[in-house]
Every structure is written in structure tokens, then in C-alpha cells.
């Protein structure tokens, strides 16, 4: 038997090629595939199936009982219940699979490829499973060593038909009662079936088969012996007919009626065996089914002059006399009427010279592996509807094919089953069939996780793998001479064999699975030496590392893009990969570049050049379904953006989308087809550079929540198509262009491109008619011209004579013209929006924004707008907007001194007004719910602020460093200080909260939590030098005691269990901490940074050490433990023995233990009689 490896060996390959190509020859050569190829049975209660099949349990062991395994027929089933090996092979008595359960249930049984699994008995395989009603796949069964089929088949009541016609029984030893009670069988078929080695058996084999009409065989090879018993052996087959019209009798019904009906010789058998004839004027050969027929005689089957019958036929005794020179294999309709599941491996291998193959279409094969191998001039076939296996080789080095097409019953294709069909340009599948698929010819298994082959003659020079294919198939590209650049998908998990052997002009093989997958160096074999490997730079060295990718000579790299699905979000995020981002992993959490941790369902790793128009929805619209939102980090920079969110019907909005760089975009049609909830803000998608667009058909279509389109930087001079572009937005009423970039002189068709847009209203006032919805419309609505557009885009004006910038919605004026109160000196306007940043930082003093801006400009983003415009006095008609976020809006504005806030505005963005000085005085609106962090951080100048009632939230660092705030009062509604928010502030004397506030309170001016377990800040402003901490405080917050000027002493009570980060920070004049805490509370970095080396910790006494051993130690150099004044002798009193004790010291008399600290009551250093008096006076006024 030939492989398509042995190929290889006649054109003399490469020597490593042919060691490996060895090894799988003598692999599969040998009597199993491996030592761990096992036998099972498996049944599936779930659709009441029973599936014989082999598998390796070297993987993962044998399939658990409740999971899912894939069958050889690939076939995903749930195991209820298995059975392996020696069960299958070798069982005695009843199998272990016939149950009373399994009898009644299983309606349908699949003999899949056992391998070279052979059973020894096939006794009571399927007794009595009275509802089974086919059974699949009969030629996969190897028969050859079975010696017992005893109750085979028998009680299959509902069984109409059994291909048995490739049975091989020459060692079956017993027959009876096989076919019992088949009730349902009209034909058997058993023209293979030799009895030579049944002894005695074949009692009861037809009984009760009532509807059986006729039962074939070949009397060449149906043997009967006196001796065998055969009582019964047709008792009840009343429809049974012989092949000479005997009709059954009652009272013949055992082995006398056993054989091939005759005149003068009854039986209740027919003649009927597989025959090959030779055509004697043409190179041609016939098959049929029947009686021999007569050589040199025409038949119904033809005239031949050679023919070959039963075991001949079979085992292709005609090959060797034939097939070189046959070109036309024909089959007769006797054959295909009849032989079903016949074994054709190998059959027309090697004929070299055939070219026809008639009524194949109409047969129903068994096995094919090889069946057509090495029929180099075959040009078509048409395979059968009924065909189910597809085997290896099957079509091998069929060189001439063009054109394949997969029949609806295929529901297996073997290994190289098209090895070397280098015409075939395009493979097509039926669209009835459930296994397989075809896309641009590319044949894949019906859930296209796997790439079966690619076309060898499909021209195309660039083919990008879909993203969702996890396996391709060995042989899949092999010998493909157009193909110059490959794209794997980060899906893909395996590669077969010589996947991409010999792919000559393969120059480049772009990889986006971020992991390396497992592979042999032969899959690139005689393709690594010459292309190029593109791999994500953050996996360069796994690839550079990992067998089989390490053979490529050249390595390059490319910055990967990431799409990750978050389902528990419902969110799909966007982001870049270089830079060390980290790989996202499905299962896994994620940190995005903006540090967001994103729980990864699943990822799309893709990069600019995977979708180059390739009119093929990308692979996350898998999520179409379920995604709510889209978030957009850095910068995404992709050629096309064909249906990129296209029905996403439960989208609301996209984050981000400024990161979405469209400068290279060429085709965007469809990208927002069907968001029926989505809405955009006016700045969405004013970020979009469309000057490359040649495709914007149906980009909005079916957008029904949409009101507004501003459009203001769409350049669209280069854009052919506009169909359906904004069809059915039933809600909209305005769209916004900018009339010098919006250009329709390109555009050949805009068909139905309004269509539906009943509520949209032009700018002069045309409202929507539904006989004008093409092109004709697609343009500024004016007087002379109607249309449904209206001119409108935001601009920035720069006039440098009076230092203005002023922002805009309308026409923009040109440079040179007068513009309110100054004369234009530059206009940034449509993708260029933001060129004035840069351009006026360190010259603009005032800035306006129009009533115009303000009436269509609503939610936009600020981001750092304003950064450092150093000179910035004044702020007009901000007041009046409606804003987005406004991180670092008016940063380092360090000449700002007053501003006016929108009342519409919710959040007071991250640094909005950090750095800025002068900033004296600022009233925040009713509506503010969130104070964000350092906000207001160095505003040195800010004396007072009012916190509305509305504000919920003041996060860290708001208003670090406000060094000349003298009070704060926190309102009701706070339930949320953020650490450090009021760091710094020096004039801070006391905190003011709200009485029915029930998150914070204060005590003395103090801040703390309602319940006053934790102390949350220390104004820096309190006169006090001493502060002692309120018993039951637990925490001490971060930064709650810095730029304390005033205090020198702090005292922590007992109670205290943790200090948080840089809690005592910056406190200059701290010389003492005392704390009673006998066991050291947690405490976090830098809490008592090196300030404080000086100072000292006063500890409980007999609690010095444990203090030194702990953290508490690093911040302290001088750890002291507490005593009580006056208590000389240190026995926890002060009494009149104290003075003794002092006494004796100064008279220099030792007399026990003397603590000299406590001695030294008035602290004068020294100790003398003014102790004693000072004693005295203590005990006295006791």
C-alpha cells in the first residue's frame, strides 16, 4: 500500500524527510497504532447512540463517564457509559454493552475507524436492541478473526437494511440464529460471506425474519456440510423467495434449502456476487453485481471478454492486468443498486491512465483510503451523496482533478485525502452537509475550527488563516506553489505534518498565537530554509526557542493587537501589545496598558495587515450577541474596518475611541451596521481620518438610536460606495459635515442611502422624502440645492493680536479675516482639531467658547486641553457646556485665578486644576457628585471651597498641598475620603462635617470615621503641639498626620492595630511618640520615615524588645519604654518608699532596684532633695 509519503522517497527528498517518513510507514504497518490505541465502545444516552471506535489513551487515559469526547468520525458525544479492549475484543459470553437499558433505548449504532482493532467474537454484539434502527460505518469492522456470530443481529427488529457485503467470515465457526427475528430485513447480502470454517452452527440464523425476500450469496464461497445443524434455520422467513422462485414452505425451513436455488434443486438462496468485466474493443472495466456473466456474450452489464467474480473481484485480481491501461471505470447499475459499504481501498491505485469514472455518484462505498491514488489523468469524479468516508489518499496525487466537490453525506475526510491535487482550484461542499464546509474554496470542518486543505491551484499570492481554526491539517498547503504570505490566527493550536512542506514561493509566515504551538519540524520542511517567520515581538524568543519554529532562517517581528472578550464585563477591550505589555491569556486576569484588569474569555490577536479588505467579518463579532461595550487603550492602527461591530444589537457606547487611528483604513462599510442601542458622543467620531475610505456602504445602517452625526472630518473625495450608508436610522434628525471635505464626486453608487431616515431634517430645513433616498441628497442642504445634510464641523480660531482662542461650530473662517474681536492668524479644524495645543500653549491669555460650540459640542472629552498654558487669565462661556472627562483640563494654569464651572457638570476629572496658584476662590456646581484625584492639588492660592451636598466622593490627593485653605466642611452626602486628600494643607486648623453625615464625623477638629475607629486626617493647621489619640482608634490612615508645624508629642492608645502608609509624614518639630499598644500594631511603609530617626518611641514597659524585632524598629532609632513619674523604686507606686528610695541614692546606699528617669520628677537632669519635695507635694495631693 502506498502513502503519500512514499512519494517522497521516489523523488528522493531530503534524508531527515525520509527517516520521519519511515517511521510513520513501519508505524503504520504494525498490528496496532501505538501500545495505547485501545478498542472502545461508548454509549451516548443523550441520542441514544452506541459508537465503536479506537482511542489513544496515552493523551489524558480513556474518556471519563460524563464527558465529551470526539470520535474518529469527528463527532463530539457525551460518554454515559464505556467499555474498552478486552471487553471489545476479546469478550465471552454477553458484552458488557447489552443491557436491558441500552437494548431498549439505542436507536442507532456507529462503527467508526477501529484501526487494526480485530474482535475474536462478535456473539450477541446487538441481541435484542428492538429499537435500532441503522448501524454505520458496518465496513469499518474487521472481521477477519472473529470466530463466533452468534446472535449477532438477532431482535433487531426495526433494522431495514445491513451492509454486510465486505464481511469477511472465512474463520467464523457459528452462525445461529444470527439474523433472528430481523423482522424489518427484506435483502440480506452475503456474497462475501465464505462459511467454509462453520462447522455446525447455523440453527435458528433467518428465523423469524418475516419480511426477507431474498438472501445473496456467492456459491463459490457459501459452503454447507451434512454435519452442520441447521433446525429452524428459516422457520417463519414467509416472504422468503429463492432465486429461482422457490417460495418458502413451512415444511422446509433447515439446511436442505440452505444453497443457491435451482431448477431441480430447491433452495431459498440466490446467486449474487461482486463481478469486474473487462471490455474486450475498449480499456475499460465494469462493475456489477448478479451472476457471472458469460464472456464474450452482451449482458445488460456489457460485452466482455474477461471478468472476475467474488474474491477475485474483491481483492482486485483485475488491478495487475488492468490498470495501466483502463481509462473508463464504469458501474453498472446492479452494482450500486445492490452493493452498499463495500470496502474499495486501494482499488484503481496506480491507474495512471484513467481518466473517466461513470456512476460513481450513485455508489456507496465502504473504506476508500487510496482508492483513486496515483490517477494522474483523472480530470472530474462525482462522488456519491450516500459516500460517508472520504479516506486517506483517497484522491491522492491526482494531478489532473480541478474540481472537488464534498457530497452531503461526508461526514469524515482522511489524512492527505487531496495530496497533490495540484489543480484543484477550488473545493465546494454541499450545503446539506453538517461536517464540512467551504469558504473562498478552502475546505473546513463545519465549525471551521479546522483547515482541512487548501486548494493547490487557487492563484491567490497572500491568504490569511480565519481567526477560530485551531487545527490545520497535515498536507493542508504542501507543494503549494502561488501562495508568498501566510497568516495564522492566535486560535490555531496545531499543525499537521507538512502543513507548508515545499511551498516554494512562501516567503513570508505571520504568526499571531503569542505562545508557540507544539510542532514538528516537518511541518515547514523544505519551506523554513527559505521564508521569513513574523512572530509578536513579546514572543520572539519562545519562537527563536521552540522546535519547528526554530528552523526558519529569517525572524522578524510585529506589534500585536489585542482583542479581548470579557464576558463577565460584557465588554470588549482593544489594546496594543508593545512596550512589555503582558500577553493576555484566556482564563486568566489581564492588566490592560492603562492598568484596567480585564478577566480574559477569550482573545483575537491580529495586527494591521490581517484585514486588508478582506470583506470577512473579523473574529470577535463571534460576541455580536452579547457585548454592551467597547473600550479602545492606545493606539490601534488598522487597513480596514470592515465589519468590525456589524449587529452588535446590545452595543451602547465606545470608549476611547480617539485610539483608534483610521489614517490607513480603506474600507469601513458595515462597521456599525445593525447597533441598533448604540449612540456616540460629538467627539467619537471626529477623531476619524477617512481620507483612504473607498467603502462606506451601510456604516451606519440600522443605527436607530442615533439622533446627531457629526461628521465634521470625514474626507470622503476618495469613497466609491455609499449604499445604504445611513438606511433605516429612523431616529436621526441631523448630520453634520464640514462642505470642503465631504465629496461625492467619486462615489458610483450611493443606492437607498437615506432610506428609512424618516425624522432627518437637512440645515435648511428638507425634510426626509422617501422617493429621494439616493445620492442626489448627499449633500449641504441649501436653498437652490435641497439635501439632507447641513454644513457644520468645530473649529479653533487663533488670533494672535489679542492672545484668543476661541472654539466654534459652523463654517470656519480663513486666515486673514477679522473673527469677533481680533484677526485670524490660524484655524484647526476636522482631523487636525488639535494642532493648537502645542501651537498657543505659552501664549494664549483667554479662551472662549461660542454659544454656537456650546449648542452642538455636547460631552466632550477635555483631556489636558489646557496643559501648562502658563499665561491662560481667562475662561469664557466654559460655563455654558455640557463636558465629558476633563483629566488635567486646566494643569499648570498657574496665571488662572477665577473660572466658572457648567452646572451640568458631574465629575471634577484627576488634576483638572492641578498647579494651579492663583487660583483663589471656586464654586463647585449642585450636580457634582465626584471630586477626583489631586483635582485641586497645589492650587497654593485657594483660601475656601464649598463642597455641595451632591458630592459623594473626594478621592485622593484632591487638595494636596492647598496650603492657604483655611476650612472645610464635608456635607451629608460624603461617603468616600480618599487618602492624602487634604495633604499639605498647612492653614487647615479643624474639619467641619455635616451632623447627618453617617460615614464621617469629627472630634476636635479631626477627622474620622462615623464609628471612630479609624482617624482619617490631622488638620495641619491645629495650634495644639500635643495630640492625643482617642481611645478605641484602630487605624490611622494614610497621610492623616503630615505637615503637622505645630505638634511635637503624639500618644496612640492601646487600641491601635495598624498604621497605614506615611501616616506621620513630613511632621518637622515631632520629638515624642507614645503608645500603649503592648503588642506592636501593623505598620506600613514609610509611616515614620527618616525625619525621625531622632525621636523617641516610648513603649509599655516590658515591651522594648518586642518593639525593636518588629518594623517599628526602621523608623526608630531611640525606642524607650514608659514609667510613671515618681516611682523610684519601680513597683507600679508612688509613695512614701519612693522617697526612701531617693533618698538612699543620694546618700549612695544601694537598696534594690532604682529607676532614675522616674526619680528625675521635675526633669531637671538631675536628682536631689527637689525631687523629694516634688514627691512629696504628688503624694500629698493625692
Known sequence: MKHPLSMLFKTAMRQRLLTLAACIMLGSMSSRASETDVAIVAWDETTATLYFDHYDSSYEGLPAVGSTWTTSQNETITVSQIWSDVEVLNHSGTPGWVTEDIQN????????????????????????????????????????????????????????SLDLIGFDTENVLSMQYMFSDCSSLTKLYLSTFNTSSV????????????KLKTIYVDENLWVKRNENIANNMFEGCTSLVGGNRTAYDSANTGLSYAHVDKPGDPGYLTAGTVFAGRDKYRQELTFGFGDVPKLETWTDDGYFYQVWYGKEALNRSWADDVGERCTKVQFAGSFYDNVKGLNMNNWFEGFSNLQTVENFVYVTPGNTDHMFYNCGKLTSINMSSTLKQIGDDMFGNCTSLSRLFIPKGVTSIGSSAFYQCI??????????????????????????????????????????????????????????????????????????????????????????????????????????NHATLYVPSPSYDA??????????????????????????????????????????????????????????????????????????????????????????????????????????????????????????VTDMSYMFSGCSELTFRIEDL????????????????????????????????????????????????????????????????????????????????????????????????????????????????????????????????????????????????????????????????????????????????????????????????????????????????????????????????????????????????EGVTTIGESAFAWCLSLASINIPKGVTTIENGTFDNCRSLISIVLPAGITSVGGGAFYGCTSLSAFKVNKNNTHFTAVNGVLFTADKKTLLAYPAGKKNTEYTIPDGTQFIGKYAFNNCENLTSVILPGSIRRVYDNAFVANWLLASVKIYATRPPSIGDN?????????????????????????????FNNIEELYTPGDANDDGEVDAQDIVAITNYIAGVANGSFYEDAADINGDGEINIADIVAIAKLILSE
Open 423 to 528: 489543480s484543484v482550484a477550488v473545493f465546494e461542499v454541499s450545503n446539506d452537509n453538517t461536517r464540512f464546509c467551504a469558504e473562498d474554496g478552502v475546505l473546513f470542518t463545519a465549525d471551521k475550527t479546522e483547515l482541512v486543505a487548501y486548494p493547490n491551484a487557487k492563484a491567490d499570492e497572500k491568504y490569511a488563516v480565519p481567526n477560530g481554526v485551531k487545527t490545520i491539517r497535515s498536507f493542508a498547503f504542501f507543494k503549494n506553489k502561488y501562495l508568498t504570505s501566510v497568516i495564522l490566527p492566535n486560535s490555531l493550536s496545531r499543525l499537521g505534518d507538512l502543513a507548508f512542506g515545499d511551498c516554494a514561493a512562501l516567503t513570508s509566515v505571520k504568526v499571531n498565537m503569542t505562545t508557540p504551538p507544539s510542532i514538528q519540524s516537518i511541518v515547514f520542511d523544505g519551506t523554513a
Open 1087 to 1115: 509611616d515614620f520615615s527618616h525625619y525621625y530617626s531622632d525621636i523617641v518611641l516610648y513603649v509599655p514597659r516590658g515591651c522594648k524588645e518586642v518593639y525593636e524585632a518588629s518594623n517599628w524598629n526602621h523608623c
Open 686 to 925: 471626529m477623531s476619524f481620518n477617512t481620507m483612504k475610505v473607498t467603502d462606506m456602504s451601510a456604516m451606519f445602517s440600522g443605527c436607530t438610536k442615533l439622533t446627531e452625526l457629526h461628521l465634521g472630518t470625514f474626507d470622503t473625495r476618495k469613497v466609491r460606495s455609499m449604499d445604504n450608508m445611513f438606511s433605516n436610522c429612523t431616529n436621526l434628525k441631523a448630520i453634520y459635515v464640514d462642505e470642503n471635505l465631504w465629496n461625492t464626486q467619486q462615489v458610483t453608487t450611493g443606492d437607498k442611502m437615506f432610506a428609512g431616515c424618516t425624522s432627518l431634517v437637512g440645515g435648511n430645513g428638507t425634510a426626509y422624502d422617501i422617493a429621494n433616498t439616493g445620492l442626489g441628497y448627499a449633500c449641504v442642504d441649501k436653498s437652490d440645492e435641497p439635501g439632507y445634510l447641513t454644513a457644520g464641523t468645530r473649529f479653533v480660531v487663533w488670533c494672535s493680536d489679542n492672545a484668543t482662542l476661541t472654539f466654534d461650530f459652523g463654517t470656519a473662517p480663513t486666515e486673514g479675516n477679522r473673527y469677533g474681536e481680533g484677526t485670524v492668524t490660524q484655524v484647526w479644524k476636522g482631523s487636525a482639531f488639535y494642532g493648537w495645543i502645542d501651537a498657543v500653549r505659552f501664549t494664549c491669555t483667554r479662551v472662549v467658547f461660542t454659544s454656537a460650540y456650546a449648542e452642538h459640542i455636547k460631552g466632550l472629552d477635555m483631556d489636558n486641553w489646557f496643559l501648562s498654558f502658563e499665561k491662560l487669565t481667562q475662561v469664557q462661556g466654559f460655563e455654558n457646556l455640557e463636558v465629558g472627562r476633563t483629566y488635567g483640563m486646566f494643569s499648570g494654569c498657574e496665571s488662572l485665578t477665577s473660572i466658572t464651572l457648567p452646572a451640568t457638570m458631574a465629575v471634577i476629572s484627576k488634576d483638572m486644576f492641578y498647579g494651579c496658584s492663583s487660583l483663589s476662590s471656586i464654586n463647585i456646581p
Open 199 to 210: 462447522f455446525a452452527h447455523y440453527e435458528g440464523m433467518f428465523s423469524g425474519c418475516t
Open 105 to 160: 433505548a439505542c436507536t442507532k449504532v456507529v462503527i467508526g475507524n477501529m484501526g487494526e482493532d480485530t474482535p475474536k467474537s462478535c456473539n450477541k454484539w446487538f441481541y435484542h436492541f428492538s429499537n435500532l434502527t441503522s448501524i454505520e460505518g458496518l465496513w469499518n469492522l474487521n472481521t477477519g478473526q472473529v470466530k463466533d456470530m452468534d446472535y449477532m443481529f438477532s431482535g433487531c427488529s426495526q433494522l431495514t
Open 543 to 664: 519562537y527563536k526557542a521552540e522546535s519547528g519554529w526554530k528552523d526558519f532562517s529569517n525572524f522578524s517581528t510585529f506589534i500585536p493587537y489585542y482583542t479581548i472578550w470579557a464576558a463577565d464585563a460584557k465588554t470588549l477591550y482593544f489594546d496594543s501589545g508593545d512596550d512589555g505589555v503582558e500577553v493576555p491569556v484566556v482564563g486568566r486576569t489581564w492588566k490592560t496598558k492603562m492598568g484596567r484588569k480585564v478577566n480574559v474569555t477569550n482573545v483575537w490577536v491580529w495586527s494591521s495587515d490581517d484585514v486588508d479588505n478582506s470583506k470577512k467579518a473579523p473574529g470577535w463579532s463571534e460576541v455580536k450577541n452579547e457585548c454592551e461595550k467597547v473600550v479602545f487603550y492606545y493606539n490601534i492602527e488598522p487597513k480596514s474596518c470592515y465589519g468590525w461591530f456589524a449587529n452588535f444589537k446590545k452595543l451602547k457606547g465606545i470608549e476611547n475611541i480617539l485610539f483608534l487611528k483610521t489614517q490607513n
